[in-house]
């Protein structure tokens, strides 16, 4: 039988796989968490493995190890297993993702109260605090048999974390198989850090790199976010997919440079007249990630153990986020007077009508008759004179027919005599 099956078969919560497994630390999606974190991808690194001694407790024995990663880009990343009765799963198509600690696989487990009493192991013990100085910071309290080994360390910090995520307890008169000398040394050790000194440090560990939110929506004519930034880099470089006339401002509303610090916040600045789009944001730093950060597996169909990251080395981490905008909505203008036919009809007939009936019949009915001018004044007034008037014309003819008609009656009745 091999080392890697006689591993499992013995339950190993933190085998040395010799298959690789590839890990994200990073939140899963956008979809899972509200934080787009940077994605590290890394493999079982068999070279990078550190053995510890085997634990004794109630139900056998199991092997300690700080079991060692690569990144991608090179990096060594070391963890502790916090799952100790889930082997490892040497699948190479087998994904993992970093997760807050609230996203432990087993939410009703020890891990679920004591993950911050987990992180004080981590930061107190080793490989955090190198072996040396874990000596010096318990002269006086542990008396170490011809010194602390790396290998008592590991086996002790390890012990300690399964207490406290499984709660598997060693036989503290039968720590290792090892013998009484290498047996005092891991239990004082493990004694140490699952005692009153750890207090826990309560905070979850902010990741290497995360934008939040990951994706943003807005209108155009508008500053749509703000971005945050977390990280431990030093430096954060910014570069954008955006339309024409888009861009990146900081706080205050000044152009945004190519460099971001942890805390940075910053929007995306739309023209009022941009029609309606979208653009990519991304993040890139050089940073190591934190300790005590999270990594399960990505998916309920195969299962592995949950690691719980001790050291690191620098390595490339990569986030993106997303934006996308409305077009601006086109203003209704403000009628004028001009342009509103509906205004005039109901205030002219209004006022007009009602006045000029009411007021002409009641002053003036006696009035009309002396005013208006007769026909013989007319002409005299109004019209030139032209000549004789026709009356007095028809005057003269009818009188010089009477006249004519008279002495005709004479002259017949002198006839007759």
């Known amino acids: 039988m091999s080392t890697h099956s006689r591993r499992r078969a013995a339950g190993a919560g933190v085998a040395a796989a010799l298959g690789a497994v590839v890990l ?64 490892i799963n040497d699948d190479p198509e087998l994904n993992m993702v970093e997760v807050p600690w609230d996203s432990y696989p087993v939410p009703e487990a020890p891990f679920t109260d004591n993950a911050d009493r987990i992180l004080w192991v981590l930061q107190n013990s080793y490989p955090v605090v190198p072996v040396a100085e874990i000596e010096s910071a318990l002269d006086g309290v542990v008396a170490f048999n011809d010194g602390l080994s790396e290998r008592e360390a590991i086996t002790a910090t390890q012990a300690a974390v399964w207490s406290f995520s499984d709660a598997l307890q060693p036989k503290l008169d039968d720590f290792t198989p090892e013998g009484d000398d290498v047996d005092a040394d891991v239990r004082a050790l493990f004694e140490y850090l699952t005692g009153d000194e750890n207090t826990g440090i309560g905070e979850l560990p902010t990741p290497a790199l995360s934008l939040d939110p990951s994706a943003l929506s807005g209108e155009a004519g ?31 509303g000044a152009p945004l440079g190519d460099q971001l610090a942890d805390g940075a916040t910053f929007g995306v600045e739309v023209p009022a007249d941009a029609e309606a789009g979208d653009g990519t944001v991304r993040l890139h730093a050089e940073a190591n990630l934190n300790i005590g950060r999270l990594f399960v597996s990505d998916t309920d169909e195969i299962r592995t153990q949950s690691l719980i990251l001790a050291q690191s080395e620098k390595t490339e981490l990569d986030v993106e986020g997303t934006v996308d905008w409305t077009a601006a909505e086109t203003p209704t203008p403000t009628p004028t007077p ?80």
């Open 24 to 87: 994200l630390p990073t939140s899963a999606t956008a979809a899972d968490f509200e934080t787009a974190d940077a994605e590290a991808r890394a493999i079982i690194h068999p070279d990078g493995n550190v053995a510890g001694y085997r634990v004794n407790h109630g139900g056998g024995s199991v092997q300690a190890i700080l079991l060692g990663l690569q990144a991608d880009d090179g990096a060594q990343l070391k963890t502790y297993c916090v799952e100790v009765n889930v082997p």
């Open 222 to 252: 508008t500053t749509i976010g703000s971005f945050t930034v977390s990280t431990n880099a030093e430096t954060v470089d910014v570069t954008a997919e955006l339309p024409e006339g888009v861009e990146l401002v900081d706080a205050d």
């Open 338 to 417: 001009s342009e509103t036919p509906s205004e005039t009809p109901s205030e002219t007939p209004s006022e007009t009508p009602s006045e000029t009936p009411s007021e002409t019949p009641s002053e003036t009915p006696s009035e009309t008759p002396s005013q208006t001018p007769t026909p013989s004044e007319t002409p005299d007034e109004d019209l030139p004179d032209t000549g004789a008037s026709p009356t007095l014309l028809l005057a003269v003819g009818l009188g010089l027919v009477a006249g004519a008609a008279f002495l005709l009656r004479r002259r017949f009745a002198g006839a007759a005599e």
